[in-house]
């Protein structure tokens, strides 16, 4: 019963307003245009971009995604229906770890502090990849610590299953991993593996044999694309998607360099609130049992192997850590269950800061509602052309999209009011339930309206062109968009691909185009058959006919 309770509460978090905006450049719209192209070239085996063979991931989370746009279309709804789906399943799969490890209760802190921390629960609302990665990537960790831990002879009464089993299921996961999104899947176990290795004074905690079992299995899921895929086409894609990954590990791809601490920071924030109750359980607290203490060490072992390995990593960006929401859940929930069962003394300095954090975000999104509403008095004092663009969009706000901002704040006070009190488990369901029903109202009141400043007006134009035999491109900057949203079409004429030639040269249908405000002219003053279209919102849009 209480998993059914909990598919319905995941649900109603994840699922409502999954359509209700737009997909964000880039990834959401790369993404979601690499499924639409695998339906309309129907070739499964292969990802495609504008038509183009793309290297940069594996297939698994595309499939998941054609098979909701075959049910659904090609819509927002559909694109993200995968993870929404990701985060009912992960939240049933925490409760179960949860309490298979510890007991009911544990399982219960644990698929709370997930579902009512900010960016995992948000994850789950977007069309982005690293959901099911992650989830995939814990649960092939998870059996292999049960497999350890049963043939080992950990003092563990409910595993039930032998040691190949738990191995084999290990493999199984891992190979799923890396369909998902790469190799870093591999490297992140194996990284786990070995400081769990060293910290076991290299102690063999495993049989070698079961070992090949897993690199086997996780080979046979894995080579069901990947074989599949060199030996139809050759191993150029494959070669070329090895190169990308390493790519990703030397230098600043997308150009999203940051700064050394950015993945602790971005963690202590979007992780919020358990990102700072995970903080006590960082420091000894008494353990019950061998396979408590172990399965901690296990957690904090993946939390900084994530971390310290996406610090290296050139490239920064959020979801990267993505992988470290587990051990920082489980953390929290281990803190909480930790104070309840008077098994830990309860740190003051945990409520400060989450008191500090709390607040801020709470004031943040208010603002967020306050500055929306005077915002075109804001304009001169923005020195941005494009933003300014931006910030004349027409949007309606009438004050009440800060209610996510004042339930924040409310959350906090209560919630710190039953810590002060020493109520831990009402603390908990406050500070993580009222943190998912802001995201809630936040996703339902404040996304959809920025998202409309952002590149709503573009997006607008992009759909008006639909069914419409042309050409659409964006100039002075890149977009998936025009794929996606104006539903582009196999070009027949490769030509299409040049800018060059859909400037000046001799097209054979119309062509439209759209850039920002403030790179528009170093177009249109050396194309003189560009004709402007309208402005909007800082994007230009232009058009261009062939010749008669």
């Not at 909701?68 to 990701?86: D, H, Q, S, V, W």
């Not at 919020?272 to 061998?290: C, K």
Request: aromatic share 20%; charged share 15%.
């Amino acid at each position: 019963m209480i998993i059914v309770l909990i598919c319905i509460i995941a649900a109603l978090l994840f699922i409502p307003f999954l359509g209700r905006v737009h997909l964000f450049d880039w990834d959401e719209i790369n993404f979601a245009e690499c499924s639409r192209e695998m339906i309309k070239l129907d070739d499964y085996s292969r990802i495609y971009v504008n038509f183009k063979p793309f290297w940069e991931k594996p297939p698994m989370f595309f499939w998941m995604q054609t098979v909701a746009m075959k049910c659904f279309g090609y819509t927002e709804f559909a694109a993200r229906l995968p993870n929404a789906i990701c985060g009912i399943v992960t939240l049933v799969v925490l409760f179960l770890c949860g309490q298979q490890v510890y007991d009911r209760k544990f399982g219960t802190y644990w698929a709370l502090a997930y579902a009512g921390s900010l960016f995992p629960n948000m994850y789950f609302k977007s069309g982005l990849i690293d959901p099911w990665f992650n989830l995939f990537i814990f649960l092939s960790l998870y059996y292999f610590i049960l497999y350890h831990w049963k043939r080992n002879g950990f003092d563990h009464v409910r595993l039930k299953k032998d040691p190949v089993t738990y191995a084999a299921w290990a493999g199984i996961f891992m190979g799923l991993a890396v369909l998902t999104k790469g190799q870093v899947a591999l490297m992140i176990f194996l990284l786990v593996l070995g400081v769990y290795l060293i910290y076991n004074r290299f102690k063999i905690y495993f049989n070698w044999l079961h070992a090949l079992l897993f690199l086997v299995v996780a080979a046979v899921i894995t080579c069901s694309w990947y074989g599949y895929e060199t030996m139809k086409n050759g191993p150029w894609f494959i070669t070329e998607f090895l190169k990308y990954q390493y790519r990703l590990f030397s230098t600043h791809d997308a150009g999203q360099k940051g700064f050394f601490g950015y993945h602790y920071i971005v963690i202590l924030i979007g992780c919020f609130p358990a990102s700072v109750f995970a903080i006590p359980a960082f420091f000894r607290m008494r353990y019950s049992s061998r396979y408590d203490k172990d399965f901690k060490m296990w957690m904090v072992m993946l939390f900084w192997v994530v971390t310290v390995l996406f610090t290296i990593v050139q490239s920064r960006i959020i979801h990267y850590s993505s992988m470290a929401w587990f051990p920082v859940t489980f953390l929290a929930a281990y803190t909480f269950y930790k104070w309840e069962n008077k098994e830990a003394a309860y740190k003051k300095y945990a409520g400060v800061i989450t008191a500090i954090l709390g607040i801020l975000i709470s004031i943040v999104l208010i603002s967020v509602t306050v500055i929306a509403l005077n915002i075109k008095k804001l304009i001169p004092y923005v020195h941005d052309q494009f933003a300014q663009g931006n910030m004349e969009a027409d949007v309606h706000w009438n004050g009440w999209e800060g209610t996510a901002g004042a339930l924040m704040l409310v959350t906090v006070i209560l919630g710190l009011w039953w810590l002060k009190k020493r109520a831990f488990s009402r603390a908990a369901w406050t500070f993580f339930g009222g943190t998912a029903l802001v995201i809630f109202f936040a996703a339902a009141l404040i996304v959809p309206k920025v998202e409309r400043y952002s590149q709503g007006a573009a997006i607008d134009f992009l759909i008006q062109r639909q069914g419409e035999d042309c050409y659409v491109t964006t100039l002075g900057y890149w977009s998936y968009a025009p794929f996606f949203y104006a539903q582009k079409e196999k070009p027949t004429n490769p030509n299409s691909y040049e800018e060059w030639w859909l400037l000046r040269g001799d097209i054979d249908k119309p062509t439209y185009f759209i850039s920002k405000v403030d790179r528009v002219e170093e177009y249109t003053k050396d194309n003189p058959s560009l004709k402007e279209l309208y402005r909007k919102n800082g994007f230009v849009f232009l058009k261009r006919m062939p010749a008669k």
